[in-house]
DNA sequence: TATCCGTGGCG
DNA sequence: TCGCCAAGGAT
């Protein structure tokens, strides 16, 4: 039951993936929330006082999004939606809409559901436990494990690629993680985790945070890591990634054109007819017409027919909008789902 | 399991 | 300048 009391003879030792004795584990837990005590960054879904909820969307809206970008949104999120039932009362759109530029427009939309979820199974209040947060839309085992942790002080294992960076380095030794979360790193994260509650949820925010702000992916503040001599990395002279990350393509892809459409759906008042989404106007004046059919702003109109996408293009990514819920057709245009 | 899904800042 | 990267999830 306790992974590190397996051992038999000598000093007890946590599993065979880590190696590390008992004493050296506890120190390295110390050494690492003391570091975090001093120097965590005052970020809001961190304040005793946020709500479940609160945390619920931070989480989500940190999902391949950093910090700085999510504030203000999460913010006016909150302030609009104090509650899952007040986002429920609304149409799916209006979430998308106050998405804003976060990127993946599709994390509102399962968000909007997970509030749906959560008044519908769950009496109005965000589940604690894992397997009911892991039912949820848009929630995963990251964040399943992260909400459960953070927003009700359960013990769990939380891997983000911060932690999954900070243990390939401190404990395996390699530059960076593999390019998929693998069975022996959540063995050593379960491995790592410290026994008693409290400590293991700020052991979790902890390794995350200095991840996040130390230990990092580019460019490591070695000089400022609390466990600079316990690293497996450093001690090996910092070598090299073992492969080479695949880029993500982005220019005259789906999702860019995607996300220009998006972009002026989120920014019209009406349902855009989908001749003015899939041909550039033959004046790029305003794009509005008279009796009340849409009023569209230039700047994102210009900018989709900016991106010269062919017609087929357009087409495709109107289509995948539509058929993931991002988008509705009426009679008489295309707009966020209402 | 590999791929798709946005956006913008930074080294 | 431009590729890399950011508290992932769903299929």
């Known amino acids: 039951m306790n992974p590190g009391s397996a051992a038999s003879a000598g000093p007890a030792r946590t599993p065979d993936t880590l190696g590390t004795p008992e004493p050296a584990l506890t120190d390295l837990h110390g050494r690492v929330t003391d570091w975090f005590t001093r120097s965590a960054r005052d970020l809001p879904w961190r304040d005793a006082r946020c709500s479940p909820w609160g945390v619920l969307v ?43 530029r976060l990127g993946y427009p599709r994390r509102a939309l399962r968000l909007h ?31 399943a494990a992260a909400v459960a942790a953070f927003a009700f002080g359960r013990r769990e294992t939380v891997v983000d690629t911060n932690i999954r960076r900070v243990h390939a380095r401190l404990f395996g030794g390699s530059a960076l993680p593999a390019p998929a979360l693998t069975a022996a790193e959540t063995k050593r ?47 090996a002279g910092r070598p090299d990634p073992e492969y080479v990350p695949k880029g993500q ?28 989404l899939l041909n550039a106007p033959v004046d790029l004046g305003m794009g509005a017409s008279d009796d009340g059919v849409a009023v569209v702003l230039p700047g994102p109109l210009a900018a989709l027919h ?10 495709r990514a109107l289509e995948g909008l539509l058929s993931d ?5 009426l009679d008489h245009g295309i707009r966020l789902p209402g």
């Open 58 to 100: 931070s989480e989500v809206m940190l999902q391949q999004t950093p910090v700085v970008r999510v504030l203000p949104v999460w913010h006016e999120w909150l302030d609009r939606w104090p509650s899952p039932a007040d986002l429920a009362a609304e149409p799916a759109g209006s979430a998308v809409r106050h998405w804003g």
């Open 325 to 329: 819920g991002l988008a509705e057709e």
């Open 249 to 276: 393509a982005w220019a005259g892809t789906d999702r860019q054109v995607r996300g220009a459409i998006v972009a002026v759906l989120r920014h019209a008042d009406a349902p855009v007819p989908r001749s003015l």
């Open 113 to 143: 559901a997970a509030a749906t979820a959560i008044l519908e199974r769950h009496d109005g209040k965000v589940p604690s436990t894992y397997d009911d947060l892991l039912a949820l839309p848009g929630v995963g085992t990251y964040t």
């Open 189 to 235: 994260a379960v491995a790592l985790l410290p026994r008693e509650d409290a400590l293991s949820v700020r052991w979790n925010a902890a390794v995350m945070e200095l991840g996040a702000v130390v230990c990092t992916a580019r460019a490591p503040q070695c000089d400022a890591c609390p466990v600079l001599d316990a690293c497996a990395w450093v001690a």
């Open 306 to 315: 900016g991106l010269r996408a062919p017609t087929e293009q357009l087409e």
